[in-house]
């Protein structure tokens, strides 16, 4: 039995891979490893820095996850380059990385602008319309479908796909390269948060989502960390937790 079969099967729902045509509305698969889901080695031969990089200078924490928006060094792999001048037209991007050990589907985030994720490790993603978000900004975690993302894929997400961290699929947890217009998901300025405020008093029920720049944030009321942070509280639904 493969991987993603072991986990449907563990988890009793579907699981698509994210190379299937249930994909086609999140996102675009840019490279993909070759032979079957859960390959060993990058499809990309590009990506050998990339992993080489990421495998040996950065961790995966013991408990929760760890998010760095912008790792200068990672900036300097001409890999980065490709994706700056090609997706994003020349934009100046930042190339990050989340490391973890999430298992829970509970909270979602969108940007208005492509975003590149690279799968060091075989992950999960758990993925959403933004459109789906209704009028009193709920949205319902059943709406939302899990993606087996293999070591080695690379995707474009599109600016209305919900997504927040991947999802482990083994103990040892998950790394993930992410490439966004610099400056998306850093802190908003005293200006713009008074610019938000004012916005939701207009009438604008999305500024209520702004919690950083470029970064919209819908929560489950019991993802305490992001509710801290002063995430919405608007997904409904199980506090869904991935079995791997």
């Given at each position: 039995?493969?991987r993603?079969?072991?986990?449907?099967?563990?988890?009793?729902?579907?699981?698509?891979?994210?190379?299937?045509?249930?994909?086609?509305?999140?996102?675009?698969?840019?490279?993909?490893?070759?032979?079957?889901?859960?390959?060993?080695a990058?499809?990309?031969?590009?990506?050998?820095?990339?992993?080489?990089?990421?495998?040996?200078?950065?961790?995966?924490?013991?408990?929760?996850?760890?998010?760095?928006?912008?790792?200068?060094?990672?900036?300097?792999?001409?890999?980065?380059?490709?994706?700056?001048?090609?997706?994003?037209?020349?934009l100046?991007?930042?190339?990050?990385?989340?490391?973890?050990?999430?298992?829970?589907?509970?909270?979602f985030?969108?940007?208005?602008?492509?975003?590149?994720?690279?799968?060091?490790?075989?992950?999960?993603?758990?993925?959403?319309?933004?459109?789906?978000?209704?009028d009193?900004?709920?949205?319902?975690?059943?709406?939302?479908?899990?993606?087996?993302?293999p070591?080695?894929?690379?995707?474009?997400?599109?600016?209305?796909?919900?997504h927040?961290?991947?999802?482990?699929?083994?103990?040892?947890?998950?790394?993930?390269i992410?490439?966004?217009?610099?400056g998306?998901?850093?802190?908003?300025?005293?200006?713009?948060?008074?610019?938000?405020?004012?916005?939701?008093?207009?009438?604008d029920?999305?500024?209520?989502?702004?919690?950083q720049?470029?970064?919209?944030?819908?929560?489950?009321?019991?993802?305490e960390?992001?509710?801290?942070?002063?995430?919405?509280?608007?997904?409904?639904?199980?506090?869904?937790?991935?079995?791997?």
């Amino acid at each position: 039995m493969g991987r993603l079969e072991e986990l449907n099967r563990i988890n009793g729902f579907g699981i698509f891979d994210v190379r299937s045509a249930a994909f086609r509305t999140y996102g675009r698969v840019l490279a993909a490893p070759e032979g079957a889901v859960g390959a060993e080695a990058p499809g990309d031969p590009g990506l050998a820095e990339l992993f080489r990089y990421m495998e040996e200078r950065t961790e995966i924490p013991d408990e929760g996850n760890i998010y760095v928006a912008s790792d200068p060094e990672l900036e300097k792999i001409e890999s980065i380059a490709v994706y700056r001048n090609t997706l994003f037209g020349g934009l100046d991007v930042q190339a990050g990385y989340c490391n973890g050990r999430n298992t829970t589907v509970n909270g979602f985030e969108y940007h208005k602008s492509p975003e590149v994720n690279i799968a060091v490790t075989d992950f999960l993603l758990a993925l959403g319309h933004s459109y789906d978000i209704s009028d009193d900004l709920s949205y319902d975690v059943d709406d939302a479908e899990i993606f087996f993302m293999p070591r080695g894929t690379v995707i474009e997400l599109f600016g209305t796909t919900l997504h927040l961290s991947p999802l482990r699929t083994c103990d040892a947890g998950f790394r993930n390269i992410v490439i966004l217009p610099r400056g998306t998901n850093t802190p908003l300025s005293d200006e713009e948060r008074l610019a938000a405020a004012e916005a939701l008093a207009r009438g604008d029920r999305e500024a209520r989502l702004l919690l950083q720049k470029q970064k919209w944030v819908i929560s489950h009321p019991e993802r305490e960390p992001l509710i801290r942070q002063g995430a919405h509280p608007g997904v409904t639904g199980p506090n869904r937790e991935l079995k791997y």
